[in-house]
């Protein structure tokens, strides 16, 4: 009987922390964006941005003020980090490069206009 108490524990521990682990975590990035070549505007344009990390699915959404809301999905690599690429229209792509860690991390969109800066975790 003790033996199957002390199973039963270590089981109800196992997926106790198992669920923990699997539960989102947000970051947000609020800013300005910087100009790349061909462009003169980007200054003027203000990009927010959310990443949340559950497990290892990483699901984002960034809107920049006055457009639609676009997304990205990826994996965190082992070390945390994260690079995949977003349609935002017209056909064309932005980069999507990252790293989140515990105490938050660091995002950066790259394509019409650099969008960079770090993640603040979501309270």
């Given at each position: 009987m003790k033996k199957l108490l002390a199973t039963g524990m270590i089981t109800a521990l196992m997926v106790g922390g198992a669920a923990m682990a699997q539960t989102p975590v947000v970051y947000t990035w609020t800013g300005m964006g910087v100009n790349v070549p061909g462009s003169s505007k980007?200054?003027?344009?203000?990009?927010?941005?959310?990443v949340t990390v559950t497990g290892k699915a990483v699901k984002g959404i960034f809107q920049q003020e006055g457009r639609d809301q676009r997304h990205f999905e990826t994996t965190l690599d082992k070390n945390g980090k994260i690079k995949t690429a977003a349609?935002?229209?017209?056909?064309?792509?932005?980069?999507?490069?990252?790293?989140?860690?515990?105490?938050?991390g660091k995002i950066k969109l790259d394509g019409y206009c650099k969008f960079e800066g770090p993640l603040t975790k979501k309270q």
């Amino acid at each position: 009987m003790k033996k199957l108490l002390a199973t039963g524990m270590i089981t109800a521990l196992m997926v106790g922390g198992a669920a923990m682990a699997q539960t989102p975590v947000v970051y947000t990035w609020t800013g300005m964006g910087v100009n790349v070549p061909g462009s003169s505007k980007c200054q003027t344009y203000k990009m927010n941005i959310e990443v949340t990390v559950t497990g290892k699915a990483v699901k984002g959404i960034f809107q920049q003020e006055g457009r639609d809301q676009r997304h990205f999905e990826t994996t965190l690599d082992k070390n945390g980090k994260i690079k995949t690429a977003a349609m935002v229209g017209g056909g064309n792509m932005m980069d999507v490069i990252g790293e989140v860690s515990d105490s938050g991390g660091k995002i950066k969109l790259d394509g019409y206009c650099k969008f960079e800066g770090p993640l603040t975790k979501k309270q």
